[in-house]
């Protein structure tokens, strides 16, 4: 008779948990999910660098439908109300193609960045476009292609995380990260290569360690400059040199990209002000202006990076435990709780770093992520001189989350009914997370 192991029930579980997530959030309820399938739509018709129009816009010509689709979900000021239930989403799913009407659509604030992220749903796009399929389905499926990349990535980490395999999935499979996983936002792409990339620097073979991190690191630094600290996680004195050569020429690409993205950015004031108010654009930002600002007051901007920190924390945590949609929808709290106590588990049965030397320098990694993020964020998405940086997502410090717990881990407690805990906290989690969805959809 035919007995399928706990580890494969476990992935098939997850499996499915994922893929229902990729049907069971709303139509751009992702964080910028919108933007992002404009930005993905444009890159599958080969458009991978854009430049701002003579009228100060940045977007792309694309078919007249992806606005009505956009609208139909998350409508304008004079739109009317949303069409989050599953009514709505069969009336999406109705809007065609026509391919042969196209207009200008915006999408000012994710059409700088590299496009090698996009791939995959710019493929998927393709693929529907192909098809003539309604737009929609270019969306679900874009879906369906970042989680399942998720999950090779996770796969792969089961097999090659060997004292840390179940710390790394049960991060990887909390609520709140595995639906944004299931979005669109190429930032899920990101995430999957950041992970397999640490696994690949502490556990890959001395031979072939860098043949595959390099690569990774160079995407990763490309699409996110502020992750290329990733690449210190294990600096083996063997590798020192490769680690530094790839860490150099990491830095150079994503410089040189920055550098051109730089000239395209248009701020608020300077946007066509017909078009600025339905872009994720904030009043008073000046890059060049605000960099001033940092040199010249410092310590302002250190002040507004810690309140932010120290404010957004609760927040963050929440994030990766059970947020789910682009507004503030979360598990309760008691389900939130019961997460919280089976990471606490995982880590307390987990081997952490085995020099404390190690510890250190996985915490300041994090840190230096950190940094690099509240440093960029603050130069784009904040006013010139402002003392608060409130922008602080969980989300974007899914990179560093295996690297902050494990450093924080350590066995304190054995026992096999311990590492049972954190199964049973992580399916009361999915399953509040389900049945808060499904019910938005259809009650």
């Known amino acids: ?146 989680m399942l990349l998720w999950m090779i990535g996770l796969l792969l980490i089961s097999r090659k995380a060997h004292r840390q395999r179940t710390l790394f999935l049960f991060l990887g499979c909390l609520p709140g990260v595995m639906v944004f996983q299931a979005s669109l936002n190429p930032d899920a792409v990101v995430h999957a290569a950041a992970w397999v990339l640490i696994i690949q620097l502490v556990y890959g073979r001395a031979r072939d360690r860098w043949r595959w991190s390099g690569p990774l690191l160079l995407f990763i630094s490309l699409q996110k400059l502020i992750l290329f600290p990733l690449g210190l996680v294990q600096p083996f004195r063997s590798d020192r040199r490769k680690m530094f050569l790839w860490l150099g020429v990491a830095i150079l690409l994503a410089g040189i990209w920055g550098t051109w993205a730089r000239h395209t ?30 040199c010249q007051q410092p310590m302002i901007f250190l002040g507004a990076a810690a309140r932010g920190l120290v404010r957004s924390a609760p927040a963050t945590l929440a994030h990766w435990l059970g947020k789910y949609g682009w507004e503030k929808h979360y598990l309760p709290d008691v389900v939130m709780l019961v997460l919280f106590m089976g990471l606490l588990v995982t880590c ?72 049972k805990i954190p199964l049973l906290c992580l399916g009361i989690g999915h399953l509040s997370m389900i049945f808060l969805l499904w019910k938005s959809l259809f009650f």
Not at 372 to 400: C, E, H, K, M
Request: charge should be positive.
């Open 1 to 146: 008779m035919f007995r399928m192991k706990p580890a494969m029930v476990l992935r098939l579980t997850c499996l499915l948990v994922g893929l229902g997530y990729v049907f069971l959030i709303p139509p751009f309820q992702a964080p910028d999910e919108t933007h992002h399938f404009l930005k993905a739509w444009s890159v599958s018709q080969g458009h991978l660098i854009l430049r701002p129009t003579a009228d100060h816009r940045l977007g792309d010509t694309l078919p007249a439908s992806l606005q009505t689709l956009c609208n139909h979900f998350r409508p304008s000021r004079d739109a009317g109300t949303h069409r989050w239930d599953a009514a709505g989403i069969r009336e999406g799913l109705a809007i065609p193609l026509a391919q042969e009407n196209r207009q200008f659509l915006d999408f000012a604030n994710t059409a700088f960045y590299a496009p090698v992220a996009y791939l995959p749903a710019a493929l998927s796009i393709s693929f529907m476009r192909w098809l003539d399929a309604p737009p929609l389905g270019g969306l679900y499926l874009a879906r369906l292609c970042h």
């Open 265 to 294: 950015f248009i701020p608020y004031q300077a946007y066509h002000p017909k078009y600025r108010m339905e872009q994720t654009l904030n009043p008073g930002v000046d890059p060049p202006a605000q960099l001033a600002f940092v």
């Open 348 to 419: 307390a049965t987990t081997a952490g770093p085995s020099r404390r030397g190690n510890r250190l320098v996985l915490l300041g990694i994090s840190a230096a992520v950190v940094m690099l993020f509240t440093g960029s964020n603050y130069l784009l998405w904040n006013a010139v001189g402002s003392s608060v940086l409130d922008n602080f997502q969980g989300r974007y410090f899914i990179p560093v989350l295996p690297i902050v717990f494990w450093a924080a881990s350590g066995r304190l407690l054995k026992g096999r009914i311990w590492n």
